[in-house]
C-alpha cells in the first residue's frame, strides 16, 4: 500500500470552478511537495511545504501534519491547469527520499 | 537560465546494449536524484546522490548505475537494458543536500528497449 495516497484519481471541471486536490499519508513527515506534470510531461515544483499554507497565484496548499493531510486549491481553475498534480511526501527520518502520491489528473473545461 | 538537463530526451534501443543518459544542472546544487515514471506505478526513485562522490539506492535500483564525479553531472547507466526498463525518466536536483526545497526537474527522457 503507497505510505502517500491522493482523491480524486481524476476529475473534470468547468472554468471558473474552485478545486481541491487532497494528499494524505501513513507516515510521520518533515515536508510535503506538491508538483505539475504537463500533458507534455514536464514536470515543475509548485509548493513545498512543513507546516501551514502558502499561496502563489490562484494556487493554495496547506497542510495539517498532525491530521497527516494536505490540500491544493486552485481558485478560478481555467483549461491551462489541465495537468496531472502530484502530492511527495518527504518522511520525517529518512530525509534523504521522496515518497510520490499516484498523481491527479485534472481536466477544466471551457 | 538555471536548468537540468537530460540528454538524449528520446532513445530506442534494443536488450542489451549499453546506454548512458546524462543528467545535468547548472546550480550548484549538492542533491540530485533519478526518477522512473511509469503508467499506474507513478513516480519511482531509482538513485540519488547527496553530494559528490556520495550515491545511494531508491526504490527501484536494480539494472541502473550511477556516478557523481561532479557536483552538476549525474549520469544513469543502463549496463544491459531489458524491455522492463522502457520507461519515462526524470532527473531532478534541489540546492541541499536532502529534498527538502524545491525540486527542479529535468524534460525527462523518454526510453523504449525493444
Known amino acids: 500500500k503507497n505510505e502517500v495516497e491522493q482523491s480524486p484519481q481524476n476529475l473534470t471541471a468547468q472554468e471558473g470552478e474552485f478545486i481541491t486536490i487532497n494528499c494524505s499519508y501513513s507516515?510521520?513527515?518533515?515536508?510535503l511537495h506538491w508538483l505539475q506534470q504537463h500533458p507534455g510531461g514536464g514536470i515543475v515544483s509548485l509548493f513545498m511545504?512543513?507546516?501551514g499554507k502558502k499561496k502563489h497565484g490562484r494556487l493554495i496548499a496547506t497542510i495539517n501534519i498532525q491530521e497527516k493531510h494536505s490540500s491544493l486549491h486552485i481558485t478560478a481553475s481555467h483549461p491551462r491547469d489541465s495537468a496531472v498534480y502530484i502530492c511527495?511526501?518527504?518522511?520525517?527520518?529518512?530525509?534523504?527520499?521522496?515518497?510520490f502520491g499516484s498523481g491527479t489528473q485534472l481536466t477544466v473545461l471551457p | 537560465e538555471a536548468q537540468v538537463t537530460q540528454n538524449p530526451r528520446y532513445l530506442i534501443t534494443v536488450t542489451g546494449k549499453k546506454l548512458t543518459v546524462t543528467c545535468s544542472q547548472n546550480m550548484n546544487h549538492e542533491y540530485m536524484s533519478w526518477y522512473r515514471q511509469d503508467p499506474g506505478l507513478g513516480l519511482r526513485q531509482i538513485y540519488y546522490s547527496m553530494n559528490v562522490e556520495v550515491t545511494d539506492k531508491g526504490d527501484v535500483p536494480e539494472g541502473y548505475k550511477v556516478s557523481r564525479k561532479e557536483k552538476r553531472n549525474f549520469p544513469l547507466i543502463l549496463e544491459s537494458p531489458s524491455p522492463n526498463q522502457t520507461s519515462l525518466y526524470f532527473c531532478a536536483s534541489s540546492p541541499t543536500g536532502v529534498p527538502y526545497n524545491e525540486q527542479f526537474f529535468g524534460p525527462g527522457t523518454r526510453l523504449t528497449v525493444l
Open positions: 507516515v510521520g513527515i518533515s515536508a
Open positions: 511545504l512543513s507546516s
Open positions: 511527495a511526501a518527504l518522511p520525517s527520518g529518512s530525509a534523504r527520499q521522496l515518497t
